[in-house]
């Protein structure tokens, strides 16, 4: 079992409509949580970064963290064309120098005008 | 806030060149630099962790002398491919963190070796 589990889709869904992205993990010790949406031949831009349980909200993007069954969510309301790109969810046990990043394998994500 | 420019974009070069490509953090001071490497429809493969001042750590399988991390600066990053065979193709991706703040990553650069 993979520590990080994504479903790399490809997600394809109508201008507007909201998008759920999710993740599931294995280790209790994560602590943090990170979404990152990468363009393609772009580097991954941060999109959400939260701490332990509970939603945190950035414009028309919510992060979601439910420790209890480990698992991860980003929202995205409103869907637009040009948030057609590839969703990364990663975590981290601590949030020190050194710290590795185990990464999901990204959902791909297409927005339909 | 939090830019990571990573230069150049794409390289295309002749087998058994060693190529050079620069990470800098460019308003904040990086005391940790990631290089990744990605292949086609995959995610983010870690290839060594570097601070400041000190020798890189290389993940398993990741040859050292193969590729060269220097980390001179809290600014710049370097990674050099020697001696770069087609088998070493991709997209080369550095990652900039400063104390307990997520890594944000460059633009990435493509390498081509003919």
């Known amino acids: 079992q993979k520590e990080v589990e994504q479903d790399p889709g490809p997600l394809s869904v109508p201008e507007g409509a909201i998008v759920s992205l999710n993740c599931t993990y294995s280790n209790s010790a994560f602590q943090y949580f990170m979404w990152y949406r990468q363009y393609s031949r772009k580097g991954p831009e941060l999109l959400m970064y939260t701490y332990s349980s509970g939603n945190k909200e950035d414009g028309r993007f919510t992060a979601q963290v439910d420790k209890s069954s480990k698992y991860i969510s980003l929202f995205i309301r409103d869907s637009q064309p040009s948030d057609s790109a590839t969703y990364l969810c990663a975590t981290s046990s601590y949030a020190g120098n050194n710290r590795k990043l185990i990464w999901g394998l990204g959902t791909s994500l297409a927005v339909n005008p | 806030g939090a830019v990571v420019s990573q230069h150049p974009s794409w390289v295309i070069c002749k087998s058994g060149t060693s190529v050079k490509i620069e990470c800098r953090s460019l308003d904040f001071q990086a005391t940790t630099m990631f290089w990744y490497r990605q292949f086609p429809k995959q995610s983010l493969m870690l290839m060594a962790t570097?601070?400041?001042?000190?020798?890189?750590?290389?993940e398993q399988g990741v040859e050292k002398d193969k590729f060269l991390i220097n980390h001179a600066s809290l600014t710049l990053s370097t990674l050099t491919v020697t001696s770069a065979h087609p088998e070493d193709s991709s997209f080369y991706i550095c990652?900039?963190?400063?104390?307990?703040?997520?890594?944000?990553f460059g633009d990435g650069t493509r390498l081509s070796i003919l």
């Open positions: 570097s601070n400041e001042g000190s020798k890189a750590t290389y």
């Open positions: 990652s900039a963190s400063a104390g307990r703040q997520p890594q944000h």
